[in-house]
Every structure is written in structure tokens, then in C-alpha cells.
């Protein structure tokens, strides 16, 4: 992750109109998995899933996940789609937020992140992770730029930590959520974990004011794809015109020399950042804590043990 030249790709787009955006999902994805063939090719497709509250802005956009899914199978590969939501199933909140019955029509599987496996992280720690994230041949992260009370604004390195499954996403808030810095740098080291990723972000419609549930939308009206997820977010922070270093994520990035903080560090494909500045978006100005009060994780992991055998 630290010996190459990060590779962005930006385009702008205002709305979600099916043909648009086909054509920006084309161009984007074309230039960032290189031209190659993936005939037979397992592609995974992970977007935020959260939760099925206000889903239709906390939750990635339905159009855009069946455009990436069709893109992949016309180049012949097998797509899945699959997440761990705070509560509920993933194909619950697929189906609340309307996006379930197009990619069923599509032909893509919908896989819970239920089977695990144990990794050890850079620094020693061993956690276990979801399983089809790693057996996949392509992982393809679909977030949407939302502005967050403990992160300050969430983009493509977050949403792999939905890639930790179920009560053990509460438990790391639990565990490191009080050192500083801690949280953020175990995300940072999940990402060599998942080696075969790009990430599409999506700044078409975004969340602002408040998150990651309840925001409200702002237009950015910018797709960026990148298999850095760490210089997507640099790109997207310059274009929101938000200071990096108010970011844990990235000023840990930033910090541990990461590659992909540095803007000069970037190569640009189609547009650069500052060519895409918006002015408007609205963060939270003091984050809350990252690590949750005791008795908010016996409730939040009693609800969600309680959620499926009350959904029978």
C-alpha cells in the first residue's frame, strides 16, 4: 500500500438517470481494473448497509449498485452483494430501501456476513472478519460521503470496517474507542486485509449537517473510483473543502504514512480535486466519542441478537 502511486478517477455527475450514470460507471471502473477480462471472476460488491432508518440517504444508493453489478456481469463475472447492517439483515435493508428486487432481477446473490475468520492485523492484533470479503477475486466498496458525529465525515476506508461482522463492530468500539487514535489506525489496518479492492465512492448525493443515519442531503454531484481508498478520501475531502487533519482516519493515515494523504502524491485520471470544489457541506463540529457507554452495547447487542427471531 506504501510503494506505489495512488491512481484516482473523478467525474462529475448531478443525478442517478440510469444512462449517466451507466456511462460514468463505465468510464470510472474501465480505468481503475485496467482493461483486464473477468470472465469467471468472483466479484464481491460491499456497500453501506447501516441500517434500514432513513435508509434511502444512510444506505448506498440502489441505481448505483445495480450499475456497478451490471457492469461487472457484462464483463462475465459472478456478483455477489453482501454487508453486516448495525441491525437487521442485509437483504432487509436492501429490500426496505428498494434496492432488493433489482438486483435479484440482475441474477446477484445476496450474502450475509456471517461466517468469519481470524486475521492478524500489522500490529499483531488478531480479529475476525467476515469471509467472502477475502475469498472474492474483486472486492468492490460502494460507500456514500456522509458526515458523521464520531468520524467527522465518513467516505471509502469506513465502510470497509463493515467487512468486521455483526457485535463485533460494537465490541471495537468498546475496546479501542478510548485511546486515542486507536480506532482509527486498527481500521487503516484492515485494509491490506482485503488485498483485491477498489472502491466507488459516491458523492452524487451525500449526507451532511448530521450521521451516519441522520443527515440530511447535500448534492456534490462527483463518482470517484480508486483502489486506494485512502487517496479517494483525500480527493473527496479537498472537494468538500474540509481540513484532512480534523479527520481521525486521515490524520492517522497521515501520520503512520499512509500512501494516498498527500494530494501532490495522487495521479489524477479525467478531472483533478480542485477542479470539483463544492462549498456548502456541513460537518459536525464536536465528535462525539468513538467508544460506546457500557450499557449502549448490552442494549445495541441485545437488540440485535432480538432482531432476527422477532423478524420470523
Known amino acids: 500500500m506504501k510503494s ?146 464520531q468520524a467527522r465525515v465518513t467516505m471509502a476506508v469506513k465502510n470497509m470496517f463493515g467487512c468486521v461482522a455483526g457485535l463485533r463492530k460494537a465490541w471495537w468500539h468498546m475496546a479501542y474507542g478510548g485511546k486515542n487514535g486507536s480506532f482509527a489506525e486498527l481500521i487503516l489496518q484492515l485494509l491490506p486485509a482485503f488485498p483485491h479492492s477498489l472502491s466507488l465512492l459516491d458523492g452524487i448525493k451525500a449526507m451532511h449537517v448530521s450521521g451516519p443515519i441522520h443527515g440530511e442531503p447535500f448534492s456534490v454531484g462527483v463518482l470517484g473510483c480508486s483502489a486506494n481508498a485512502i487517496a479517494l478520501d483525500t480527493a473527496f475531502l479537498d472537494i468538500l473543502g474540509i481540513n484532512p487533519a480534523d479527520c481521525p482516519l486521515w490524520a492517522t493515515a497521515a501520520g503512520k504514512g499512509y500512501a494516498g494523504v498527500s494530494l501532490d502524491h495522487i495521479e489524477w485520471t479525467f478531472l483533478q480535486s480542485d477542479t470539483l470544489n463544492v462549498e456548502g457541506f456541513i460537518v459536525p463540529e464536536k465528535l462525539m466519542p468513538i467508544r460506546f457507554h457500557p450499557l449502549r452495547f448490552i442494549k445495541s447487542s441485545i437488540r440485535r441478537i432480538a432482531q432476527p427471531i422477532l423478524q420470523r
Open 4 to 149: 506505489s502511486i495512488p491512481q484516482v478517477a473523478l467525474l462529475p455527475l448531478a443525478t442517478y438517470a440510469q444512462d449517466s450514470l451507466d456511462n460514468v460507471v463505465n468510464q470510472l471502473l474501465s480505468v481503475t481494473c485496467g482493461g483486464g477480462s473477468f470472465a469467471g471472476s468472483q466479484v464481491l460488491i460491499k456497500p453501506n448497509l447501516i441500517c434500514a432508518r432513513n435508509g434511502g440517504l444512510a444506505c448506498s444508493e440502489p441505481v448505483l449498485l445495480e450499475s456497478v453489478a451490471r457492469w461487472f456481469l457484462d464483463q462475465g463475472a459472478k456478483v455477489k452483494l453482501g454487508d453486516s447492517p448495525a441491525f437487521g439483515s442485509a437483504r432487509s435493508v436492501l429490500e426496505a430501501i428498494g434496492a432488493l428486487a433489482g438486483l435479484s432481477n440482475l441474477g446477484v446473490e445476496i450474502v450475509e456476513f456471517n461466517q468469519t475468520e481470524k486475521i492478524a492485523l500489522p500490529d499483531g492484533k488478531e480479529l475476525r472478519v467476515a469471509t467472502a470479503p477475502r475469498e472474492c477475486d474483486i472486492l468492490v466498496n460502494v460507500p456514500r460521503v456522509k458526515a458523521h458525529a
